[in-house]
């Protein structure tokens, strides 16, 4: 798939933002029977550890990602449950090769795998909206932000191949 460009996802975001919550409601349906797998995804990682915003926010900026790659030059491929698992996995074993990092070295290697990322646009985009949203909401919790960053990434990666 080609990068998803600044504009494409600015212009969703505005879509978006005009959208009722009924209007929301019916596009979480769409995603359901489009994406079936990614929704109960969406709705079930992360156990106990994300509290009810965080599910919320996690679930509506894993809706955002959906309808920003849907955009894209090629029809999106339903993802599979197996899929789904196979790129969790390489990111669990990204943060881990990240955690043995040493400080001096940990920047140049994020700033070197966002460079290097497909959808990096998108993946800005999701960072961003994690970070304004523990400054404008007190119960998104800044430790869970890593967490949101690599279950949401892990839905980019999916609908990227």
């Known amino acids: 798939m080609e990068p998803i460009s600044a504009d494409t996802i600015e212009k969703t975001l505005q879509k978006m933002e005009k959208m009722s919550l009924t209007d929301i409601q019916k596009l979480m349906d769409k995603m359901g029977e489009e ?7 969406l709705m079930a990682i992360g156990g106990n550890s994300l509290n009810l915003d965080e599910r919320e926010l996690l679930v ?9 790659m849907s955009q894209g030059s090629e029809p999106l491929a339903q993802v599979s449950g197996e899929i789904l698992d196979e790129f969790e996995e390489k990111n ?13 070295d940990f920047d140049t290697t994020v700033e070197t795998i966002f460079k290097n990322y497909p959808q990096s646009e998108v993946l800005r985009y999701v960072i961003e ?16 932000i890593g967490l949101m960053a690599i279950y949401l990434k892990t839905i980019i990666d999916c609908f990227n191949t």
């Not at 669990?92 to 955690?99: A, G, I, N, S, T």
């Open 35 to 41: 994406q079936p797998y990614v929704l109960a995804y």
């Open 92 to 104: 669990w074993q990204m943060v881990e090769y990240l955690q043995g990092e040493p400080d001096a």
């Open 129 to 144: 909206a994690l970070m304004f949203e523990t400054k404008e909401e007190a119960s998104i919790r800044e430790k869970n």
């Open 60 to 68: 509506y900026l894993g809706t955002v990602v959906w309808q920003i």
